[in-house]
């Protein structure tokens, strides 16, 4: 099993992720839950497109981490 880096981003309306290492994998939702169920539907649907087209799937190789600061 891959573990891939998902960002999530909260916007006025909806929630929204995308796979830094999957490049055009991206999904939205009304809720961070739902966001997460899509986002893992999305990366997926994304390898088996690559795999499909006899693409590399790339490794996971994006990290984060939180920095933090007086303010």
């Known amino acids: 099993m891959k573990e891939y880096l998902v960002i999530y ?3 006025k309306r909806n929630w929204s ?6 490049p055009g994998c ?3 939702g009304k ?10 539907e999305a990366i997926e ?3 088996e497109g690559l795999r499909l087209r006899g693409d590399p799937v790339p ?4 990290e984060a981490g939180v920095v ?3 303010g």
């Not at 992720?17 to 999957?22: G, K, M, S």
Request: glycine share 6%; aromatic share 6%.
């Open 31 to 40: 809720t961070r839950k739902q966001v997460e169920r899509v986002i893992r």
């Open 59 to 62: 490794e996971p190789s994006v």
């Open 26 to 28: 991206i999904a939205t």
């Open 45 to 47: 649907f994304h390898i």
């Open 17 to 22: 992720a995308y796979v830094p290492d999957l």
């Open 9 to 11: 981003e909260s916007g």
């Open 68 to 70: 933090g600061v007086a």
